[in-house]
């Protein structure tokens, strides 16, 4: 009786990573599992290994008729292998008369039990089920005289699945109150080892509180020499016949993470939810398909560990209606990010005055991003999500060239850059509103982030003094990044014109806004990161808000450093010039009208 082992499906926990946009992050991963689905469709239809044409007897069918009853037994055992179907003590489960491929009340069936573990399981110690089925009425022990090898099979699936221990253990409080992070380690703990960043990689076993049982709805005639790729690795055949037994499938889709419980001495008891039940062969491919695109975003570092549970979580406690609201509107969030990125570089590129705009905010702008991308390139963030913000710290590198004179002094022995503020921009009250509302800025700024510093240094857990830095300004960065647009409001104000700002690039920004506020409701996140999606709205609404306050100013130089004024001037010369040749017409006909006289 065949029994192939089966590989614990395990999924790195997620780590920490800075507050800042879902929404993006969900539609990227939706746009790249069905990506992916493509290009695996294409590629094995076109690029897959040619095989010799199969006689038409040489088609393995299903050993089992569709609706044909079987009866099943689930074995507990701590080794992968089982042969002792007499012990009574291991046989968890036993259903009969279960139709095969058949959606009845019958067809699925669900059991509950509490297990005891073992001190072996408890100290990194493995179980295995093993799940076996037959026609009805027949044994699956092949010691048994009316046992029939065409009619029983059986799978083995582990229990236990060991993963990777979080990268949060390394993390301690730089205070020394250990007092509560050392409560939450396992026990026999190496504390020395927790200062090592680089060591051996550690894991921890893991309990699967639900084990799925799917038998396929597949009567499929498969050539023996031409069994499609990803169905082969579950294809259990006979060698006697050549047919294939039911494909039996552990569906652990759903199985998150955050349910499965951590072995130690602690577990006195722990719950076992079974269930058996059919699955259609399109659905059974389909989470292969998933999982599959999961793996390989996996491998390429568009996906770090625990962001597919993310996703699923989404589709598991998420409003489908809004659900799937969210996955067109995320199509359109990835057109106005496109949309407002081209309007930005086409503006400062364009742009020939800084008169009415913040230079500081562009400096401001340069160190937040930097911060971030320090963060992130601290915290081992994947390598896509470090190329983009990389970008973006470069092109607000190059906005500072846009918005300021950027000189590089050689009268030193090391050269450095020196920034010199456009003619532009001293030369009017930009600047002396400009640096007032950054000496207000400055104050807030400084109380804000040593209050929260100060508060993440005494209730948070850090790996150095380096990260407790890059940690405290991020947040800063992501909490508090609404007030660096606030200089901008101060001199509008000020100014009482609004015909200097980039509207066209704000108007796409402000769409995205709105659509991060919907995504704020579909995936879960902490309250205050939820309420900080809400700040930009503030911001832009005090903005539509000035300009329709402070009309268009025709005075004002626009974003293209031209004067509202100078456009009409030509039609004006226009006019006066057409009046100016009536009145001469009609000087020299009254002249005329004199000399016949």
Known sequence: MAQPAAAAVAAQPQGQAPAGRQGGGLGQSLAGIVRMAVFWYFASKFFGP????????????NLFQKGEPMDMWMYLSENDKFSDFGNEDALIWHETNIPYAVWTPTSTR?????????????????????????????????TDPEYEQKSAF????????????????????????????????????NKESEDKEEGPVEYISYWKPNVTINLVDDFTR???????????????????????????????????????????????????????????????????????????????????????????????????????????????????DFLAFKNDIQFWNKNKSMEGLSAKSVVLNFICQLIIFLYLLDNDTSWMILASSGVGVCIEFWKIGKAMHVEIDRSG??????????????Q???????????????????????GFAIYSLKYDKHKSWYSWILSSLTSCVYMFGFIMMCPQLFINYKLKSVAHMPWRQMTYKFLNTIIDDLFAFVIKMPWLHRLSVFRDDVIFL??????????????????????????????????GAAAAQQIEAKAETSTEDKKTK
Do not use: C
Not at 50 to 61: D, I, V
Not at 544 to 563: A, H, I, M, S, T
């Open 413 to 426: 022995k090391i050269p450095m850059l020196r920034f010199r503020d456009r003619e532009s921009y001293a």
């Open 542 to 575: 005090i903005y539509l808000y000035q300009r329709w306050v402070y009309p268009v100013d025709k005075k004002r130089v626009n974003e293209f450093g031209f004067g509202g004024e100078d456009e009409p001037a030509a039609p004006q010369t226009l006019e």
């Open 222 to 336: 498969y050539p023996q020499n031409n069994i499609p790729p990803n169905v082969a690795p579950y294809l259990n055949v006979d060698p006697t016949t050549n047919s294939y037994y039911p494909t039996v499938f552990f569906n652990e889709f759903w199985l998150l993470r955050d349910k499965l419980t951590a072995l130690n001495e602690t577990v006195k008891e722990l719950t076992l939810n079974l269930e058996v039940s059919p699955i259609s062969m399109t659905k059974w491919q389909l989470f292969l398909q998933i999982e599959q695109s999961f793996q390989v975003h996996r491998s390429y570092g568009s996906m770090l560990e625990g962001e597919a549970d993310e996703l699923k979580r989404v589709f598991l406690e998420g409003n489908p209606y809004l659900l799937g609201l969210t996955m067109i509107v995320s199509l359109f969030h990835s057109l106005f």
């Open 428 to 450: 009017n009250k930009t600047k002396e509103y400009d640096a007032l509302a950054m000496k207000y800025l400055t104050y807030v700024l400084l109380v804000l982030m040593a």
């Open 50 to 61: 040619k095989r010799a044409p199969t006689e038409p007897g040489l088609l393995m069918s």
């Open 154 to 189: 059986g799978r083995t699936h582990p229990i236990v699945a060991y993963l990777r221990k979080s990268k949060a253990g390394h993390k301690k409080s730089l205070l020394g109150d250990s007092d509560e992070s050392e409560e939450k380690l396992p026990p026999k703990e």
């Open 110 to 142: 669900t059991h509950t039990l509490t297990y005891y573990p073992t001190e072996a399981l408890k100290h990194n110690g493995s179980l295995y089920a093993h799940v076996y089925f037959s026609r009805s009425g027949y044994p699956v022990d092949p």
